[in-house]
């Protein structure tokens, strides 16, 4: 099942490529290019995942991740996304409350390979109306 995605990272190049991947997989997919703005465009869209690079200026995916989970009307999950150290990541994820992590290490294959994996979960439960 198709999954409304929202990626925000400030490198247009990635941002191009993750959304073509994502888009050949049959996902609905918009992209942000910075942190300014996302949690609005979270509430106005409405994602079912947010594929959230960690290292953006100003602010970063973590705490960004960390400031929409204290909020009651943001329902999504996060995945967080970085080419740092896996098991820094893991780590990191675990401490915001994310859904997940991938590395940006990955070709455009095994990326979409990972996302499909780590997404699974959300799209049965989309697919059976129950919340993931």
Do not use: Y
Request: hydrophobic share 45%; charged share 30%; proline share 5%.
């Amino acid at each position: 099942m198709a999954l409304r995605i929202l990626i925000v990272d400030d490198d247009p190049t990635v941002l191009a490529i993750a959304q073509a991947a994502l888009e050949q997989l049959g996902h609905r997919v918009k992209a942000q290019d910075e942190a300014f703005g996302t949690t609005d465009r979270i509430l106005r869209e409405k994602p079912d995942v947010v594929l959230m690079d960690v290292n953006l200026p100003g602010l970063s995916g973590a705490r960004l991740v960390e400031l929409a989970a204290e909020r009651q009307d943001v329902e999504c999950a996060f995945v967080l996304w970085s080419g740092i150290d896996e098991k820094e990541l893991d780590e990191m994820c675990r401490e915001v409350g994310a859904f997940s992590w991938i590395s940006k290490k990955l070709g455009p294959a095994d990326f979409a390979r990972r996302f499909t994996e780590v997404t699974q979960p959300l799209a049965r439960a989309k697919r059976s109306g129950r919340p993931a």
